[in-house]
């Protein structure tokens, strides 16, 4: 059994390819004296090495067969998912009832712990705010349980008393995580989204407007803005998520609308696209992957490593007209085309780029000139201090002094990988 071997990074020598189907069998293997073990839940990390681990030689866990709902309580919100879960799988259990989960725009198969597990963003917030507790198998074979598990407490909390562990499995490579409680949202009574459009010419007042409004709480902090590129049009595409009471919605719709006349920003009316987007953040995916599949050059997801390069970058940068007009004339200096990049707001002061560079997978000569424009681009916003929130396989991330001691001293013996966030 095999993996799939991005064209876009170093080739890796894999020792072998196991595939679990239970906890228990996660257990046995880590038992085994395999080393080093790479686990991955569905290997969709797609523009980052996807299941590639770091170096040669690993033994890849393949977690995506451990694909149990083991439980849900709608009533106090939350859900117990194992790795191989998808996002859309969830979402389909939750369909009818008062509960949504926090889907992302990715493909309603990518797996909900491997994304939370890399602060992956979410349409309502960043993935490892839904994350309460872990199940995590540890380099001796020991299965323990972090953070809020049904039965500790009545009321789910990511934090306890006493020292909280569960982020310290959020990227490290420290155990093998086999279960998670993710936390649920209330379903809203409406979701409206509002499309506004805007000149390239107006990108630093259309993304302080954005932020006006976002410091003012007229809008949550779950805006997405797309470039011509990811937004297929002339301008750019502002997504802004209205959701609630209906009274509340409508008045804030009003109070949105007029704003936007003293603002480069032209509301729009809602097309196809916008309406898959509207349902993704009303916790409904979109079964055909619509929109997903129309950023990736129409690749369903399990042949997008098969058929299409992809690197992504994702830098973190201050919410600022400034900050963002400066991205756009580093990316237009890096790169020969404009990729299609996708800007979201993570809270009042930041917002995070996903910078897609996609090229045809069997050209050479496309696979170096993608290699090196993504090395532009990390040394370039390096310089301006902006440093990406997730790492690709090809350019891990030194682990701390402190770091380093706890993973020795939970890993003596190197049963697991150097990951991305640990490596050198």
Known sequence: MSIEQPAAFRPRAITEVLRPATADEVVEIVRSGRRPLHPISKGYNWGLGSGLPVGDGATVLDLSGLDRVRALDVERGYAVVEPGVSQGALAELLRGTPRIFNLTTSSLRTSIIGNALERGVGVHRARAED??????????????????????????????LGPTLTHLFTQSSFAVVTAAVVRLLPRPEEVRLLPFTFAPDDLADAVDALRSWTDQRLVPPTTKIYNPVAAQADGYLAHVC??????????????????????????????????????????????????????????????VDAELGLLMFLPLVPFSGEAVALTEKLIRDCCASTPAVTVNVHDNEAVDHVIAIG?????????????????RLHQVFAAHGFLPYRRDVDRPGAATALQARIGQALDPDGVFALGRYSAG
């Open 131 to 160: 994350l309460v507790g872990l199940e995590v198998v540890l380099a001796d074979g020991r299965r323990e349980q972090v953070g809020w598990w049904p039965g500790v407490s009545a009321v789910p909390r990511p934090h306890g």
């Open 242 to 303: 209205l959701s609630g009471a209906g009274e509340v919605v409508e008045a804030l719709s009003s109070v949105l609308l007029g704003a936007a006349r003293r603002s480069p920003l032209v509301a729009a009316p809602a097309s196809t696209a916008d309406e898959v987007v509207r349902a993704t953040y009303a916790g409904d995916p979109d079964p055909a992957d619509t929109w997903f599949l129309r950023r990736t050059a129409g690749r369903p997801a399990e042949r």
């Open 359 to 375: 090229f045809p997978a069997d050209d050479p000569a496309a696979v170096a000139e993608a290699r090196e424009t993504l090395d």
